[in-house]
């Protein structure tokens, strides 16, 4: 038995019972097209294991292993879909490990061997933690393909002097480059959500952008995005230091606002504060 010779997801979601729980931020995608894709969008997967967060019924867990993903591993905090994925690894022996738990408790990175990936539809209500957890140990990962929310890939790739622009910009591409990679209706899910979603990949960097501290990156990141609307002469006080003076020893204009500094500006002023 493959992906061909399955049933059809829908009738896995009838046999199983798995409407999709809100609780969970569970919006499946079953649409077999849309699943390959997202997988593509990974890049070659034959000599990787790809982990997977939040399967549900195995769309795109379908998806990974026709696209020739040497293994998946598939975090499911959810007991309902373990049977249907059982299905799934009887399709395809001894390349689908199943684990059951909360994906914010596990570090995927343990699980296998590198090379490693992470592709997922993720689930709405836990994808920023998600991807900040990751991010303390990115160089685990060749990439991260991942599906967010529009508005969190958004702030994920937004550049300086746009609405999106935020902490989560500046952390995420301290470390990686992100690669918007397409946009998905709401009608693709069961059931559809009420806003559009993306594809995004996170390309981890060989080494940082600036050679900071991250716990300092995000201290000044949090003070300065925390009150975005003053001038960072006023934003940067609450460090516990002169805002004005620390804007000035890293070169920063002290009336500028937290949206119209750059990464490595950012950077700078961690520099300062340690100096």
Partial sequence: MTTDTLPPLRDVIAKYDL???????????????????VARA???????TVIEI?????????????????????????????????????????????????ALAIDPASLCDGPR???????????TQLVLNWLENITEYECLTLMFQ?????????????????????????????RLEFNIKPTAFTPPPKVMSTVATLVPRD??????????????TQAAFGQR???????????GVNGEELANKAGIEPTKRAEELSVPEFCALVQALNT
């Fill in 19 to 37: 409407a999709a729980k809100k609780s969970l931020g569970q919006h499946f995608l079953l649409d077999l097209n849309l699943t390959g894709r």
């Fill in 42 to 48: 990974a890049g070659d997967l034959s000599q990787c």
């Fill in 54 to 102: 939040g399967p549900g019924p195995g769309g795109l867990t379908r998806a990974l292993l026709a696209e020739g993903a040497k293994k998946v591993i598939a975090i499911e905090r959810d007991q309902r879909p373990i049977a249907a994925l059982q299905e799934i690894a009887a399709a395809y022996p001894g390349r689908l490990e199943i684990i059951e738990g909360d």
């Fill in 117 to 127: 990936k992470i592709v997922a539809n993720l689930p709405y209500n836990i994808s």
């Fill in 150 to 178: 529009k508005e969190v890939a958004d702030r994920l790739a937004a550049q300086p002097r746009t609405k999106d622009y935020g902490r989560l910009s500046v952390l995420t591409q301290w470390l990686c480059d992100v």
């Fill in 207 to 220: 080494k940082p952008l600036v050679d900071v501290d991250r716990r300092q990156l995000e201290r000044v």
């Fill in 229 to 239: 609307r003053k001038m960072l002469r006023a934003s940067l006080k609450s460090l």
